[in-house]
């Protein structure tokens, strides 16, 4: 790698590294009671110490090598807490929680119970963002987040000199005491909201494990390694490279891209056209290259996604090669695990006994690699789940008894399907490689029979119709032609009944006049324009003998372009009857069998030709699995020798084309042993899949680009941002101190490219890094929205996408099978209240839930019985939504004091709980007061697209529709302007 890369190598690490814990919570997590003298002086007691580390044995994960053998923990102690005050056994502070830490300091603590400060990751004391003005909704400000900022960039030179436990002493509490403008000794702190205010703190200070050293420790890990590695890492170095891509032209549909496009997962449906542009861009892919892909909400993401590793799947099974290894990623569970059910929901089409697994114990396409704290959760849902040990999952479908059995359903299933007698595994392997290739030919094949018949003009028609069309011509032509022959005849009959010696003397006026005079009264109508009474017949004749010449030379192309039409129809019907004998119905309307227009047969390959080559390659694969390929010994299993993890990921990859893991978890599962050291296996995983990539921070992500060959980013800028744990002074003070720019003012250029860990997405960097543009922003861009009706999404169209997406479900109102007619498609219901009630940092609405339960009460059984027969489920009617988490505790209390019977099927949550999800109907409860404003709503706009977005049928605002603007251009002035109208 070069010196630049390995500069921003150091810093993505220290960025890592030097993360908050936004996720303390004292009512969850362990934690020690110890008191300032020990932190001030860097020194806590042995028993205490010694349950601190006892905690942390009792916790410990997989992110961590044996805990109890530890010499060192990384911890982080809550420095100051707010005491919490009561009265008369009641709390005086209601809106403050209890135990509530407004200052944090991380830290290594040895087992002689010695504090230090982590020199190596440079992670910072920090005060929560929530207790920093300026806030949403301020309860206790203890400070100002740009006096924060200009500490930390003020003070890097110092950061940089802490050799010593006092030297890191003195510089928190002088952090402290900048910020918050009190002494670090002092036992009150005053809230800067309101001067006149204090909040007495806590005597004591308390300990925590730092659990963020355990979810980034595998990502840590890859960071340390990449520092040294001298090996080209191309696809890494494309991802952190300072510059901009330079845009190239898109990739054009045509019969070339068509035919490189081989698999399709689904057989339900073809692609739409931005996801075949996607597909065609993809295949055009080299090594090193990433594809960045905007997908808006409901516009096909995981189709795509499903279609691009089926495609991949079914080249490696057409070429014989080792199954493609395919590695989709994201940040959180619920991202990874939304991939795991798409891979297990397949739409099937009806075709024999092909759309089923030909072996035991295998149900999905996808595999998932859990941390250790949520395989328990992977069992219960029923995923497909193992780890780099080969355990789970793989050790129960590897069981000899599982073999056998697969072998014997393999055989039977394949004799099924093509009526064959085979007796081995290896046989059907043959015939399934013999016919995908056959599958393979047949459809470039059509696909060229299209192209040649696209030259030439059908005038619209299907090819039959055309061709009757053209029989039509010929035998219209041939008689124009006969009759041409019949009238020269007839011109020579009436030259021969004019007397001889007017003919010899035709030279004298008189006589000349006289055959004129015939000629004139003997010319028909279609004759004036080309034949007059002063022509010789001589001339007459020799009009006609061009006239003849024209239409024989018409009527010679007709009939080529029939005989070669007729020709192609011939192919294309033998091409057709062939298939039937392959399983392969290409039409079930007769009126659509000669439509051969390029663009409807390709569509018509993803349904029926490569779903069948996608089916065909798992059979095969399947084959070589049960036939014993790659199989890790008893002695070699659980062993990460770099020959026996290329074994073990043949081996998976034959089964499931897609492994699923975090970001978290990626780096451990691509660590090998090999000469006395461990390293990662660089540009190891042939396709990288980075999903909700507008969730996922740079500096998490990027270490995976190492070890990957080429990705495919997709994700949406205009969904909810990232959650940064860092802030964006110690961003800027972490990107100067690593060498990645010279003064603080390069910083700008960082932030343009997306390179920075603060206020950026893997989505921002992989568009700088795509070399495609369209709607004139970096990457591809997926149009066609088909969740929700087009009066609800016009909303988002609006709000966000500038016009550029598609809707494709139609209008609500124009569709017949609406479930409930009779409610507005956007609409509000008014509850009036001027004030809504804080709590913490949060706010509520007693009264709006209320009025949204009374409401879900009433209406609950009349939608129920709306959407039967519907295949929705009762969890999928209803949704809440709501900004505020304490409003969502409201809400779930109504919904079970009003309906208990119902309140487990409605989910409530806040707008971020949402990403992802969709429901027949989803109700906002603003909180907000007419008095109150609307301050978080608009805010972030990501925030309402994706509220909106949400709801497939019915999208309702209950609140006090006058908390919006007035001002159009706006997320709640929009959304006023939408609901206004449609009360409910």
């Known amino acids: 790698m070069s010196s630049r890369t390995k500069e921003i190598t150091k810093y993505f690490r220290s960025a890592v590294a030097a993360q908050s814990n936004m996720g303390i919570d004292f009512k969850k997590d362990d934690y020690q009671i110890i008191i300032p003298q020990e932190v001030l002086r860097g020194q806590i007691n042995l028993a205490t110490c010694e349950a601190i580390f006892a905690d942390s044995n009792k916790d410990a994960d997989d992110g961590e090598n044996e805990t109890s053998k530890k010499t060192d923990l990384h911890v982080i102690i809550c420095a100051k807490a707010i005491k919490t005050q009561y009265s008369a056994n009641a709390k005086i502070q209601d809106e403050i929680e209890e135990l509530t830490g407004v200052f944090y300091i991380p830290a290594i603590l040895s087992r002689t119970g010695k504090l230090a400060f982590n020199d190596g990751d440079k992670k910072l004391p920090w005060f929560p963002r929530e207790y920093l003005q300026p806030m949403v909704d301020p309860k206790l400000a203890i400070g ?26 003195a510089f928190f509490q002088e952090y402290y005491e900048a910020v918050s403008e009190s002494k670090f000794e002092q036992t009150t702190i005053r809230n800067m909201d309101k001067q006149e205010a204090q909040f007495e703190l806590e005597d004591h ?13 595998h990502i840590l890990n890859l960071y340390n390694h990449l520092q040294n590695n001298d090996q ?18 898109l990739v054009k549909n045509d019969v070339n891209t068509m035919q490189v496009h081989s698999g399709q997962m689904g057989g339900g449906y073809p692609l739409s056209p931005s996801q075949r542009e996607v597909m065609n861009h993809f295949n055009a892919m080299k090594d090193g290259e990433i594809l960045a892909v905007n997908g808006p909400p409901g516009t096909g993401k995981t189709t795509l996604l499903q279609s691009i590793v089926a495609d991949m ?11 493609p290894l395919i590695v989709a990623s994201s940040t959180n569970n619920q991202a990874v695990t939304n991939i795991i059910d798409s891979f297990g929901k397949i739409e099937t089409a009806g075709i024999a006994n092909l759309e089923e697994r030909w072996i035991e114990g295998v149900n999905s396409f996808a595999a998932y690699f859990p941390s250790g704290s949520k395989e328990k959760e992977a069992l219960e849902k029923g995923y497909q789940y193992t780890n780099q040990k080969g355990e789970f999952f793989v050790s129960n479908v590897d069981t000899e008894e599982n073999l056998e059995k697969s072998k014997s359903k393999l055989i039977q299933s394949c004799n099924a399907y093509f009526e064959t007698d085979y007796q081995d595994v290896i046989a059907c392997q043959n015939k399934l490689h013999e016919e995908l290739l056959y599958v393979e030919k047949s459809k470039n094949t059509l696909l060229s029979l299209v192209q040649e018949l696209n030259g030439y003009d059908l005038n619209g028609q299907s090819l039959e119709a055309h061709i009757d069309t053209l029989d039509g011509q010929i035998a219209d032509k041939e008689a124009m032609i006969s009759r041409l022959r019949q009238r020269v005849h007839e011109w020579e009959v009436c030259y021969q009944r004019i007397p001889l010696f007017y003919r010899l003397l035709r030279f004298i006026g008189s006589f000349s006049r006289r055959i004129q005079t015939e000629f004139r009264l003997f010319i028909n109508e279609e004759e004036q324009g080309f034949i007059n009474e002063y022509m010789s017949l001589t001339e007459i004749k020799d009009k006609y003998s061009h006239r003849y010449t024209e239409q024989n030379a018409a009527l010679s192309q007709l009939k080529k372009k029939r005989d070669a039409l007729q020709e192609i129809k011939k192919r ?35 349904k029926k030709i490569r779903y069948v080559e996608f089916w065909l390659a798992v059979h095969y694969f399947e084959c070589r699995w049960a036939n014993g390929e790659d199989t890790v010994s008893e002695k070699q299993k659980g062993r990460n020798f770099k020959n026996v993890l290329d074994m073990f990921y043949n081996r998976l990859s034959m089964l499931t084309p897609c492994l699923v893991m975090t970001f978290f978890m990626l780096p451990k599962q691509f660590l090998a042993f090999g000469d006395q050291k461990k390293f990662f296996l660089y540009n190891y995983i042939d ?59 390069d910083f700008a250029q960082m932030e343009q490219n997306g390179l920075n860990s603060s206020r950026s997405s893997v989505m921002k960097v992989a568009a700088k890094s795509c070399k495609y543009e369209k709607f004139g922003s970096k990457g591809l861009f997926l149009s066609e929205h088909r969740r929700c009706y087009d009066e609800i999404i016009e909303y988002c169209n609006v709000l966000i996408y500038g016009g550029n997406l598609q809707p494709l479900r139609g209008p609500g109102k124009q569709d017949k099978k609406l479930a409930i007619k009779q409610w507005p498609h956007m609409g509000c219901k008014q509850i009036q209240s001027e004030h809504s009630t804080k709590k913490g940092s949060s706010r509520l609405n007693r009264l709006e839930a209320e009025q949204i339960a009374a409401w879900v009460k009433s209406n609950f059984t009349f939608i129920e019985a ?11 009617l209803i949704g809440i939504i709501t900004p505020f988490k304490a409003q969502v505790s409201c809400i779930k209390a109504e919904l079970k004091k009003q309906i208990p019977q119902y309140a487990s099927l409605i989910s409530v949550g806040t707008i971020h709980t949402f990403q992802g999800a969709d429901r027949r109907i989803v109700i906002l409860s603003t909180v907000y007061g007419n008095q109150d404003g609307c301050f978080f709503i608009d805010a972030n706009e990501s925030l309402m697209n994706v509220a909106v977005s949400r709801a497939k049928d019915h999208f309702f605002v209950f609140g006090d529709i006058n908390c919006l603007k007035d001002d159009r251009d706006s997320a709640s002035g929009l959304l006023k302007r939408r609901v206004g109208a449609g009360g409910i």
């Open 232 to 249: 080209t890492v191309a696809l890494y170095e494309n991802f952190v490279s300072m510059n901009q891509e330079t845009t190239v032209p």
């Open 205 to 217: 200070m308390y300990v925590f494990r730092d659990n963020t050293v355990m979810s980034t420790y």
């Open 313 to 323: 799947y079914v080249k490696r099974a057409i070429n014989q090669e080792k199954a």
């Open 866 to 876: 709306a959407y039967q027969g519907k295949e929705e489920k009762k969890e999928n």
């Open 144 to 169: 100002y987040e740009d006096t924060v900022d200009t500490f930390v960039s003020d003070h890097v030179d110092q950061v940089e000199r802490i050799a010593s436990w006092s030297d890191y002493a």
């Open 687 to 745: 396709l990288l899949i980075v999903d909700e990539a507008g969730q996922v921070s740079p500096e998490i992500a990027a270490g995976a680009f190492s070890l990957a060959k080429k990705a495919i980013v997709v994700g949406d800028m205009y969904q909810i941002e990232p959650v940064w744990s860092v802030n964006r002074a110690l961003d800027k003070a972490l990107a100067l101190s690593n060498g990645v720019i010279e003064s603080l003012d």
């Open 572 to 606: 294309y019907d033998d091409l057709v009857d062939e298939w039937k004998q392959h399983h392969i119905i290409l039409h079930k309307e007769d009126d659509e069998k000669y439509k051969l227009d390029l663009d409807f047969i390709n569509d018509l390959l993803d």
